[in-house]
């Protein structure tokens, strides 16, 4: 009889204790519900271990993404009746744990949880859907539960009562039924020697890799299609964009919906883009009726030293310009050069020289005009030059300003 009570001791002191520990975790955050934006399981007291599905639905109208995070719950000592009240403590910061996605989900897999890579206690998830134009929908599950590595001592005392730990506290020992989780979709098996550098692979016939999270950044470079990048982290912005490492070594950002992710992106950290480009700003000019001119700028035979030009490595550009009006033009200006890549319309390489003062019926040459193209070697490239491209001189016909010419971009120093 005294073991029978002694046991019956123990059993209510290891319940109590475990009731209490639940009791301190706060409630989950009162969201404002919405069916569009909700986690179906977990569901708050639930112990979680290894890698865990997050099954919801992230479907709102005007959707433009979504992502998980998480956060450990503070659990504050309890205050003494008559003592001075504590300094309320900022409450930690949120972590990601699936990284956004911009695919609709209604009742399947927002995505995975690797609980192995944070500490064992207690925590909350939050789902974040961005609306384009509007205000994102949040909700929020806790407390729950990360015990990857069970206090061994406690397990054995309750085994020898005939008890195991479930979900939310202490109960008898018995076969335990798996939770059911929703199959539509069913949750991916992630092989164990999966290689988990988080990387992305380009799914379009090309995708541009930019100085910036926004497609109003300027593109560094442009990657086809299988080309394999190195995600370094992700936009503080909740734009979704990756930085990532191209294979030669250069750092960008692009978008997620121009490659697949795969890997551990569990703990990539946020990363903060550079400023956004200035948006230029146009002062309007006052109309003043174009004098009466007879001058007229011809673009004429296009050189290239050397040809056909070099990958990585500048040549020079010259153009011929004639006057073949009967008056000299009134002011200098310059001339443009493109450089275009023929298969995409993507430009390569651009500058500009000097247009002087020619007399009619004076053909002069502009040489030295430096410009280098270091991307699509072995590919046809297009020099597009263009007399006066603001219009700048006066003239009787604008139409014969450009001239064109094409080469082949030799490998050489890529």
Known sequence: MRNASHSRRV????????????????????????????ILFPQAVYTLSGEFPI???????NMSNYFIEFRPIQILPPVAPGSATATPTPPPTFFPAVLPANTPVTDGLLGQWDTTLV????????????????????????????????????????????????????APAQPTAAPVVPTNPPAPTVPPTEDPTPRGTVITATANVRTGDGTNYPAIISLPADTVVTLVGISNQNTGWF????????????SPTV??????????????????????????????????????????????????PNCN??????????????????????????????????????????????QPGQTIRVDNVPVTVSTFFNEEHRVTITIDPSNQIPETNEGDNTN??????????C
């Open 119 to 170: 500490p064992d206690g207690l925590y909350e998830i939050r789902l974040t859907v961005n609306v384009a134009g509007g205000s994102p929908v949040v909700t929020t599950v806790g407390p729950l539960r990360v015990e990857n590595t069970p206090n061994p001592t406690v397990v054995s005392l309750l085994a020898s009562l005939g008890i195991t730990l479930g979900n939310g506290g202490a």
């Open 313 to 358: 490595q500048t040549f020079n550009v010259g153009v011929d310009i004639a006057n073949l009006g009967s008056q000299a033009n009134a002011v200098s200006g310059f001339f443009s050069v493109v450089v275009t890549h023929v298969a995409s319309g993507t430009v390569t390489g651009q500058t500009q020289g000097p247009v002087p003062i020619i």
């Open 243 to 254: 930085q990532v490492q191209t294979p030669d070594g250069r750092l960008g950002w692009m």
């Open 55 to 61: 099954i919801g639905t992230a479907n709102v109208p």
């Open 259 to 308: 490659i697949a992710v795969t890997g551990n992106t569990g703990l990539l950290p946020r990363v903060q883009p550079p400023p956004p480009p200035a948006t230029p700003t146009f002062t309007p000019v006052p109309f003043t009726p174009t004098p009466a001119t007879s001058t007229n700028m011809v673009a004429g035979i296009i050189v290239l030293n050397p040809n056909p």
């Open 11 to 38: 059993l209510a002191l290891v319940i109590v204790a475990i009731i209490a520990l639940i009791a301190v975790a706060p409630a989950a955050a009162q969201d404002t519900p919405n069916p569009g934006a909700s």
């Open 404 to 413: 064109v010419t094409a080469f082949t971009l030799q490998r050489a120093g």
